[in-house]
């Protein structure tokens, strides 16, 4: 396989449609008044122009704009569903888009869905996702802990365990090898002191490191408990990396962005995250 037929695309990132806690916030309503401000939710699309397919990373509430995004992005290439898709966990903004492909929408026919063992069994026991085992429209095909999975010669994906707020499945991110670049995507975690991990080895073994940004720091949804949504703060996320090379730091794309994150909205903190090395997700960017 030759390194230019490898791609990744970067389709979708934010989360402002999904976590609408007060729909008063001024950051809401800059979302509600301006469309220009609205983007979609955290997936990946990865695509290998040899084989010809493609594989999708989250199937979000926003699935149906992102396929169509997707088919815009290719020019129509590639077929409209993709030959797998990969989840990270039980959490509504990252599995629940798995319903436009049942009997009353597409009515699909047995897409290739990849799985840990609790979110399998969480689809297969637990309605409307059950249907859509039942019906064939979806065919679960079950995921190790650090085992690879190769769709094509050239592709190799591995899903890792992530501490996170497991109530009906664990949570996964996963490094994704290619002929031509490697890429580390973990949309959502706890916090990085709690990963049996060194995210700064991590980041160092991939060129490109999509990471959790929902929240630039604590300062966001008073009121709300912290430990109930833990995430690393953008911030703390910094601090970790405040040591390192800016090539390093570079090779960090925040992702996962909160629609109460100023990272989303404010060009003035935009630019001082970029001003230190770091980078923010581009919807539609090829990386």
């Known amino acids: 396989m030759h390194k230019a037929h490898t791609l990744l695309y970067w389709a979708q990132y934010r989360m402002a449609a999904t976590r609408i806690w007060a729909v008063k916030k001024q950051c809401c309503e800059k ?6 401000n609205r983007q979609h939710i955290v997936s990946l699309a990865l695509v290998d122009s040899q084989s010809h397919k493609w594989w999708l990373f989250e199937a979000t509430p926003d699935v149906r704009e992102q396929l169509q ?3 815009t992005l290719t020019k129509g290439k590639y077929s409209y569903l993709p030959d797998g898709i990969f989840l990270t966990h039980a959490h509504i903004g990252h599995y629940t888009g798995l319903m436009q492909l049942g009997r009353e929408v597409m009515g699909a026919k047995e897409v290739q869905v990849y799985a840990m063992p609790k979110m399998k069994a969480y689809l297969e026991t637990n309605g409307p996702w059950s249907q859509l085992v039942s019906l064939h429209n979806i065919i679960i095909n079950p995921l190790s802990n650090e085992a690879n999975v ?4 050239g592709i190799s994906i591995t899903p890792f365990i992530v501490p996170h707020r497991d109530e009906y499945s664990e949570t996964v991110g996963y490094r994704i090898n290619t002929t031509a670049k490697s890429y580390l995507f973990i949309p959502d975690i706890d916090k990085w002191q709690k990963w049996n991990k060194d995210i700064i080895i991590e980041v160092k073994k991939a060129d490109y490191a999509f990471l959790d940004a929902t929240f630039l720091s604590d300062a966001e949804l008073p009121g709300r408990r912290k430990d109930e949504i833990p995430h690393p703060f953008v911030k703390e996320t910094m601090s970790v990396f405040s040591n390192q090379p800016d090539d390093v730091k570079s090779k960090i794309q925040f992702i996962h962005i ?3 994150n100023p990272m989303l909205w404010s060009k003035p903190t935009q630019d001082s995250i970029r001003n230190q090395h770091y980078n923010i997700a581009i919807q539609g960017k090829a990386y």
Request: hydrophobic share 40%; aromatic share 12%.
């Open 31 to 36: 979302a509600w008044k301006n469309t220009g």
């Open 69 to 71: 995004l997707f088919k």
């Open 150 to 153: 190769i769709p094509v010669s």
């Open 258 to 260: 909160n629609h109460t």
